[in-house]
């Protein structure tokens, strides 16, 4: 009986450790699906119809989309190139490889503290900071977290309200 007794403690701890491994590889892989989260969340709702582009010193360019076309509307009125449009989307769709919660963070040390650029999709606003020179990606800051993304789209949104002008069409203002 005593062996039985002791092959039964044997038995238990097994499955315990064995039960450890699996919630331990579990959640391993639940931080990993972390690694390609994107900027996008429901928060956007369920179709973009509004695109806000913020530069410090210059006119906001609104961008509305306005039944299958968008369209600049402000600081003039005149249709968007949809490719170039789309090419905003991109950012939504970016790895955001690491996120910070930002309380107790230095904003300014990250290029944060100020709007100096940022996007608009509806009513959600990301905020572009600093390059980082060493991952070679943009702080963003949307809400109360501070991500670290590989964006290609700072460029174009400096460009203004002619950025999104189309080349084919010769794009005139109304």
Known sequence: MQVNKKRLIQNILLLLIVGSLILFISTREEDGAELHKTLYDKSFGDEVTQITIHVEGHDDVVIQNKGKAWNVVKPTEFEADVEKVQLLFTLLSENADSS????????ASFGLDKDRLSIRFNTVKLVFGNYNQVTQQRYILKGERMFLVAETISPLMRLGADGFKSKLNGNTQK
């Open 100 to 107: 910070y919660d930002i309380k107790g963070k230095d904003l």
